[in-house]
């Protein structure tokens, strides 16, 4: 398996783009099955996420042609059969979103459950309840997500729990019912807005997407169209958290600050000075990093998806800081390995508490996930010598070029690739 060897300490300096937002791209591929013709996605990034989601479409019948610079012409026309099998869907957790569009295509689909349980339990009720509120029935047998509907038909939906993937299924699922479906509780996340642009772009009618109540009018069908995908929130906090943790001066560009707003107050509290231009955000530190309490939720709350990153900044920070992580319930297994580095952290359920040290030190480590190996590289670009970070193909799967974009920053940060050392292991997040 390939590792991250960094030799921290040095500060951040110059500027970098951040590439298309990986939570809105592994919705938006499997959405152009939906269009009665070929679709042109733009400011696609190369992470594997997206070229799983692609190799998908492709077993499924689809003609993929890579145009190069990120952009992807897709022909889903050509699939017949409704069925992503286990061998393709167990790489990725987000192949449910292949249950809804096949669904709002076929009215009917059968996708392998995503396994593992990466951040603790990630049960998919709430998806189940929205497709057969829309007239399917849904059953699980032999690992997979079996799903039939004769007509699918508008309905009033009420999440009994916020949830980004069950919006987006339900937005797929609807596009194409017969009548009005009103989403309630609906999650608001900036990715649930771009996905519902693009449906809309293909001709679909929905209202209220980044509200917490979405209306889809169904239509009869829906066109290929030409789309560019919204810049990656969470990569661009990774690298403001990346610039504050090394204490450097960086101007991360192609980014859209209102997406960055929670972020952005949070590094404030904490003492990093961020500064806001139209497309591009610059981070800075004078003087001490200072304690903060930081709890995730929903968007616009504090994304789960920066918390291990977070967290890594505040190990350097002067006091006792609280992270309270509200979204997921097995979402701290990176404390363990920035121990290893001296971090100073005690968790107690779904509380972190962190007192800040003087400085980290280099250490091998093991990414357990995708943010938390992010995580793993921030505090690796800050302490003091040499960290090793394996089974990097988790990050990989969300941060384009990260060793590239970093090193042209100043970072010490080469990958070795190193000849099958541990079984590659089932990948979801
Ligand atoms: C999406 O996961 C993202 N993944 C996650 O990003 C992100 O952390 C999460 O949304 C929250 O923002 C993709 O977009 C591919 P949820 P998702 O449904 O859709 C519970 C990353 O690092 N729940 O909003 O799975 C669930 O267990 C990844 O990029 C139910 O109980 O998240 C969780 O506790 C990690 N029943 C909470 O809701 C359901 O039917 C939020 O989950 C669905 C969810």
Known sequence: ??????????????????????????????????????????????????????????????????????????????????????????????????????????????????????????????????????????????????????????????????????????????????????????????????????LNSMGADIMGAGTDVIKVRGVRSLKGTQYAVIPDQIEAGTYMVAAAATRGNVLIKNVIPKHLESITQKLAKIGVNVEEFDESVRISVDGPLVKTSVKTMPHPGFPTDMQPQISALLCLAEGTSIVTEDIFSNRFRYVDELRRMGADISVEGKVAVIEGVDHLKGAPVTAPDLRAGAALVIAGLAASGVTEIDDIYHIERGYENIEKKLRALGADIVKKSVPGSSVRKVEVG
């Open 1 to 198: 398996m390939d590792k991250f060897i960094i030799k921290g300490g040095k500060p951040l300096e110059g500027e970098v783009t951040i590439s298309g937002a990986k939570n809105a791209v592994v919705a938006i591929i499997p959405a152009v099955i939906l269009a009665d013709g070929p679709c042109v996605l733009e400011n696609i990034p190369e992470i594997s996420d997206v070229s799983i989601s692609l190799r998908i479409l492709y077993e499924m019948g689809a003609d993929v042609q890579n145009l190069g610079g990120g952009t992807y012409r897709i022909d889903a026309t050509g699939i017949k059969e409704p069925v992503v099998p286990y061998e393709l869907a167990r790489h990725m957790r987000a192949s449910y979103y292949f249950l809804g569009t096949l669904l709002g295509k076929f009215h009917k689909a059968r996708v392998a459950m995503p396994g593992g349980c990466y951040l603790g339990d990630r049960p998919i009720d709430q998806h189940l309840k929205a497709f057969s509120a829309l007239g399917a029935t849904c059953s699980l047998d032999n690992g997979m997500v079996d799903i039939n509907a004769g007509m699918l038909i508008g309905n009033q939906i009420y999440f009994d729990k916020i949830t980004v993937g069950g919006t987006i299924n339900t937005m797929l699922a609807a596009c194409k019912a017969t009548g009005l479906t009103v989403i309630e509780n609906a999650a608001k996340e900036p990715h649930i807005v771009d996905l519902a642009n693009f």
